[in-house]
């Protein structure tokens, strides 16, 4: 009898052990697997509203002034689609990373400038966790129209609107950049930086106006223009913890259509990391 207590026992004792392994084996599983994209979609970088699905086991539509934002089921870093860098929306690691459209206008150019052109391509994406480095794919069509008489608008702009913590230092050497879909009258355009802080004396936000050079280049092959902005002095400077408006007080392309002061500044807000 004392034998066979003792057997079950050092059986019951085994099956618990096996269980255990197991149930560590299985946690060991979940824990290595690795991040996977669970959501794909696109949209015009002032239209968040309308944004238009990107199917990862299908065919989606994009156009070259759209951004693509990927959406992880948990977070990861150094995001790239076909070797250019995604950015986070907010910490440097993210589940939501996003990638205008306008880096990627060597299919424009093979294109052609046709009224209306359609090109299937296979977008490559990398992206790193902590279990590594993977490779994924994702179908697009890329959609290029011919543009109409009509008014410029920004194509991509650097930061993003509404973009926070955003670097400061790099943004002091690269420069804050704005894209135009037209060549635009650079003697018309008025472009200002606004550095936006609490204001000790009243209960409100005061504001202050740096004062930065601004680069244009005309790519004649697109027909497009890119502003870049820097400051002029060390006083200039963003600084970190900041937040900061860019103001478009007027544009307008060389067929005179565009946007004057009387409609108001066009605004691209952000602030920078602590």
């Known amino acids: ?62 156009s070259l002034s759209d951004t693509i934002e990927l959406v992880f ?16 929306n907010q910490e440097p690691t993210a589940t939501v990373w996003l990638l205008e459209i306008k880096p990627l206008e060597v299919w424009a150019r093979e294109m052609g400038p046709h009224l209306k052109l359609e090109k299937d391509v296979t977008l ?10 993977h490779i994924d794919t994702l179908d697009v069509t ?3 129209y011919a543009e109409p008489a009509s ?8 930061p993003l609107n509404n973009e926070i913590n955003v670097d400061a230092n790099r943004l002091n050497q690269v420069g804050i950049q704005i894209g135009f879909n037209k060549q635009m009258d650079t003697q018309r355009t008025r472009i200002v930086v606004y550095n936006r802080f609490p204001n000790p004396v009243a209960f409100e936000r005061g504001q202050r ?4 050079n ?15 902005l820097l400051p002029k002095s060390e006083d200039d400077r963003l600084l970190r913890g900041n937040e900061y408006e860019v103001r478009l007080l ?23 990391m602590s």
């Open 1 to 62: 009898m004392k034998l066979a207590r003792n057997h079950f026992v050092l059986l019951r004792c085994t099956v618990l052990f096996c269980g255990l392994c197991l149930l560590i084996c299985c946690s060991a599983d979940d824990e290595i697997q690795p991040a996977q994209i669970i959501e794909a979609s696109s949209y015009h970088y002032f239209q968040k509203l309308n944004t238009k699905p990107l199917p990862l086991n299908g065919r989606g539509e994009i």
């Open 250 to 272: 007027a544009f307008y392309d060389m067929s005179g259509h565009g946007r004057g002061p009387e409609e108001g500044p066009l605004v691209i807000q952000f602030r920078t």
């Open 124 to 133: 490559t994406i990398h992206y790193e966790d902590e279990t590594g480095v």
């Open 142 to 144: 890329i959609v290029v």
């Open 73 to 88: 089921d948990k977070p990861v870093r150094q995001v790239s689609i076909n070797t250019i860098d995604a950015r986070p």
């Open 151 to 158: 008014p410029p608008v920004i194509s991509f702009a650097d």
């Open 214 to 228: 601004i680069d244009w280049v005309y790519d004649a092959m697109t027909n497009e223009t890119k502003a870049t």
């Open 209 to 212: 106006i740096l004062h930065w």
